[in-house]
């Protein structure tokens, strides 16, 4: 068997192209355009690269975006600071602090300071917690570009059996709840799936890896998945961004999974740009919960 790619490029650009339509009708009956704030702390290569096409896509699809720089030897409080400034501007509606930070400053002091209602990220306490209770207000940005495509292409979870590999309170935690809720943003068939998270303490991880029907890889490891690790059959999503010789591979060992596996994302090509996609729908639902009236 030679799996399916599923063309998450193809698929982001349609999400797009229904948000830009969306953006266009949204800001027609009102004199707002949904604003997208980010912050960039220092000089980080990957980070540049991710805000620039993050509010390049911004452009694309009618939202506005503002960047802010902060030097890498800036103090805590000022990134508080603006943090703040940006919580009580009417004219941002989400707020992204570009991570990693540097190292003097606390993450998790960060993301809490951001008003959850323009945390389009999804990465704040309270958000997260709606997540967990099944209730969400926002949904992370990749996982929740990872069940756009597993919907649109036809794909069901309910009742699967889904392995995520990865813990990370960005991609693997996150994914984990989605996949195990009742109900997703597309309704139960995206969602309802028996999930199992490993991790690097994980004894026997190819022994899981192969009961899964669904496997996700969030791992940060390149071509980590080996043929042997995958069910015959088996739906696999590779979240991993690794660079290895000036080369993007994922977290799968791409050539060799793709002979098992019955559907598979390519790196680049696949999850990636899921994610900018679905910080564009984060951002105009930000709009549209802080202007519920207008
Ligand atoms: P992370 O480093 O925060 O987490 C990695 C996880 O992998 C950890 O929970 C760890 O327990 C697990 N792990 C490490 N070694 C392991 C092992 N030997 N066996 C089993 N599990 C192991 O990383 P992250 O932020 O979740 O990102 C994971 C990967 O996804 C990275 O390559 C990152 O660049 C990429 N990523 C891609 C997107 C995207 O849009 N495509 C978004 C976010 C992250």
Known sequence: MVATI???KAIASQIREELAEEVAKWTAKRAITPCLAAVLVGDHPASEVYVRSKRRACE???LESQLHRLSGDCRESDLLELVDRMNRDPAVHGILVQLPLPAHIHESKILDAINPMKDVDAFHAENVGRICQGRPRYLPCTP???VQ???RTGIKVSGKQAVVIG???IVGKPMAMMLMNRDSTLGPACANATVT???SRTAGLGDITRQ???LVAAIGRPRFVTADMVKPGAVVIDVGINRVDDQLVGDVDFEPVKQVAGHITPVPGGVGPLTVAMLLYNTL?????QHTSA
């Open 60 to 62: 694309q699809a009618g």
């Open 149 to 151: 495509l597993l919907h």
């Open 167 to 169: 813990r990370s309170d």
């Open 285 to 289: 639902l930000a709009a549209k919960l």
């Open 197 to 199: 998270v490993c991790h």
């Open 144 to 146: 929740h570009g990872i």
């Open 6 to 8: 599923l063309d998450g």
């Open 212 to 214: 899964a029907d669904l």
